[in-house]
DNA sequence: TTGTAGGCGTTATCAG
DNA sequence: CTGATAACGCCTACAA
């Protein structure tokens, strides 16, 4: 199909050796040569077979994403970074979307393996399951292994985390200085990166002296879902003037609901969401939100792998600070 | 480093051949020796190498997935999608981010066309230039190639677009309909997709009868250039009573201005978004917005590029119909 | 039913 | 400086 190094060869009245010599600019050829076989290989549109030539360089130079749904906007966030910064260094990424479930997850674990990827990076804290570090040393356990704010104890995984514990610990503190002292975290999904920031929530409650039990909220992962268990929050605890959600768009649903019951933002209730995305700048009013430094965790994230790769011994485990964008709803 | 099909042959005592037979179930192999080998298989982890594989059946089972930037919303969906049913079928997408410019398009194209890609979706009107043509013909030739929501006239190219033309054209229909008629279309890129609706726009006016100029306003391709583009378009044309702006996040952006002015949404002025994106949804009001149908789009888009490769033929060129959605802004 | 031999497109290691 | 030759891991005749 394709123009090997073999036609090349012939038409230059060389062997093959000469025209993988040239193609990989290596020394020892004749100037003359070079020059001729390059010629032709532009002329015939010539492009190395990546697969061949990874068969005997034992290199696919793929790196593996995988990822629930590359829908959710942080994990795009995500995704793109990533991607940037591995194709910059000549790597390209294969990517799943895998869903939630572990046994589906390990079945992509296992494409990568076949694949012979030569990293993998997985995106989001629902990695962090025993199933998944089951499957990670049992068939992924050759190469090195990212998870983006998570982290599985294996010599191969590496863990690049955001402190959104201490982040919202933060915006409790913030809340309490600005004399906002009922306060609300709104859950959806029982991630381990939202049960973090729960703790976060629990803890800087305690940190303020406050002996009250927590007052945490479930609600449907949608924006739908935060707008119903808005309101129905505010029916139930009228009292709350402050309410923290595990996540932006749950956030704006909540603004929303404040808005349609005529509660003053933030002037009777502050609202802060958390990954400081763009659905914070479209909810009116504008959303306060935790920035968990999305971008610099998937940058961190390529270069650990990257790093790791070259055999670099780099940290298990790092830890990105998370800050407070202060906008309109605090 | 990784186990081979003659690691398992010597364990088992029979040869390499044998093995392959037991891996790929065919027949013409004792059940005795092939439940044996199977066993070994599950002992040691092996899965087959991909790579390899596919260089002696000439087949990569990936597919180069290019898009300017997926952390636009329309194109994350899209390559979501696209995804999903390649993988059902057994595919793997290689994604990369190109950016705008077309040289860098050049270079991926390259790229796909090393790996051996068995096909290619390039996600956006954007890879309508001749550049890419250009490129396609010379170093993508040999394998299907979709455009999503564009076309490129090569024998080998496909194309799936979304009839957001005659989409727009109906919302002007409906603006009449509701008495607005001092309508004004925002646009930010102008790219061949928001050509098409501003090209919609125009027919649409002359449809109604109306033989003014139309109202074109340009933009930043972002929520503040929307949001100031449309504070302007409102001071100079206090008279507007309906603006249809070429994606959502701008419509949001414009909502936000005219709600800042004063200006009551939909009695004074209408607003109307393309795409029908969350972005609406968590607008305030929520918006009216075009329908373009991306996700059928994008698994037209899949399942076009899955029967070219199985030599099934199926139209160069589909449309797909837009619908209006309305909410609060109409 | 099984094994042998050859080849997929490259690179690497030797000789020459 | 250049050319055989042997890998890389797998599959597919063809032969046994």
Redesign the pocket.
């Known amino acids: 199909?394709?123009?090997?190094?073999?036609d090349i060869?012939k038409e230059a009245?060389?062997?093959?050796?000469?025209?993988?010599?040239a193609?990989?600019n290596?020394?020892?050829?004749?100037?003359?040569?070079?020059k001729r076989i390059l010629q032709l290989l532009k002329k015939y549109n010539?492009?190395?077979?990546e697969?061949?030539?990874g068969?005997?360089?034992?290199a696919s130079r793929m790196i593996g994403i995988l990822v629930s749904d590359i829908r959710t906007m942080h994990h795009t966030v995500s995704a793109y970074f990533i991607e940037r910064e591995l194709a910059k260094q000549g790597y390209c990424c294969i990517i799943f979307n895998t869903g939630p479930e572990d046994e589906v997850r390990t079945d992509y674990i296992q494409i990568l393996k076949r694949r012979r990827v030569e990293g993998a990076i997985l995106i989001g804290s629902t990695f962090q399951t025993e199933a998944i570090k089951e499957a990670i040393s049992k068939y992924l356990n050759d190469v090195p292994v990212v998870i983006v704010n998570g982290y599985l104890d294996l010599p191969n995984v590496y863990g690049v985390l955001a402190d959104e514990m201490n982040g919202v610990s933060d915006c409790v503190k913030l809340w309490y200085s600005k004399g906002h002292k009922n306060l609300a975290f709104v859950i959806d999904l029982h991630t381990p990166s939202n049960e973090l920031k729960m703790l976060g929530f629990e803890q800087g409650l305690r940190n303020m002296g406050d002996k009250r039990a927590p007052l945490i909220w479930e609600c449907e992962s949608s924006l739908q879902g935060a707008y119903e268990a808005t309101k129905k929050l505010m029916e139930e605890h009228p009292e709350v003037d402050g309410i923290i959600y595990a996540v932006d768009l749950l956030a704006a649903g909540g603004v929303r609901a404040l808005t349609d019951m005529g509660i003053a933002i933030p002037e009777q209730v502050s609202v802060i969401g958390i990954d400081n995305s763009i659905y914070g700048e479209i909810c009116n009013p504008r959303l306060t939100s935790l920035d968990n430094k999305l971008m610099d965790l998937s940058i961190s994230s390529a270069r650990i792998l990257m790093d790791a790769l070259q055999k670099q011994l780099t940290t298990k485990k790092i830890l990105v600070f998370s800050s407070i964008v202060e906008r309109e709803t605090t």
Chains 1, 2 share one sequence.
Request: proline share 5%.
């Open positions: 199909m394709s123009v090997t190094i073999y060869a009245g060389v062997s093959a050796s000469t025209v993988s010599r193609i990989n290596k020394d020892g050829i004749h100037p003359e040569t070079k010539y492009f190395p077979n697969t061949a030539r068969l005997v360089t034992k």
